[in-house]
């Protein structure tokens, strides 16, 4: 079983910037997509951006595309996710999570979370106005 740990998370005002990563254990990192989810208070569970296997492909929600940025390093077993423009409604707990099935190279929607079967115990993301 993987295993991921968020790190990054904090409090900026709006309109800053956080970077948030999640290192993986495991030789198995860099066969499987690796995806961000959020949860607000009292909100469902969103996704926010996936990047294939190999890096080569990207998807992210609407509501941050253009303002974040998802990467990995499969020498350091991390994935990356640079957030910029924060925005108050951002605030949430961020998840990184691992695809459940090896060598996904791309997405035509969104992937839901049941698609992924290794989660880390979440970073606290707080934007301030």
């Known amino acids: 079983q993987v295993q991921l740990v968020e790190s990054g998370g904090g409090l900026v005002q709006a309109g800053g910037s956080l970077r948030l990563s999640c290192a993986a254990s495991?030789?198995?990192?860099?066969?499987?997509?690796m995806g961000w989810f959020r949860q607000a208070p009292g909100k469902e569970r969103d996704f926010v951006a996936a990047?294939?296997?190999?890096?080569?492909?990207?998807y992210y929600a609407d509501s941050v595309n253009g303002r974040f940025n998802i990467s990995r390093d499969n020498a350091k077993n991390t994935v990356y996710l640079q957030m910029n423009s924060l925005k108050p409604e951002d605030t949430a707990v961020y998840y990184c999570?691992?695809?459940?099935?090896?060598?996904?190279?791309?997405?035509?929607?969104?992937?839901?979370?049941?698609?992924?079967?290794?989660w880390g115990q979440g970073t606290q993301v707080t934007v301030s106005s």
């Open positions: 990047i294939s296997f190999s890096g080569a492909s990207t």
């Open positions: 495991g030789r198995t990192f860099s066969s499987y997509a």
């Open positions: 999570a691992k695809d459940s099935r090896p060598y996904r190279s791309g997405w035509s929607t969104p992937p839901p979370d049941k698609g992924f079967d290794s």
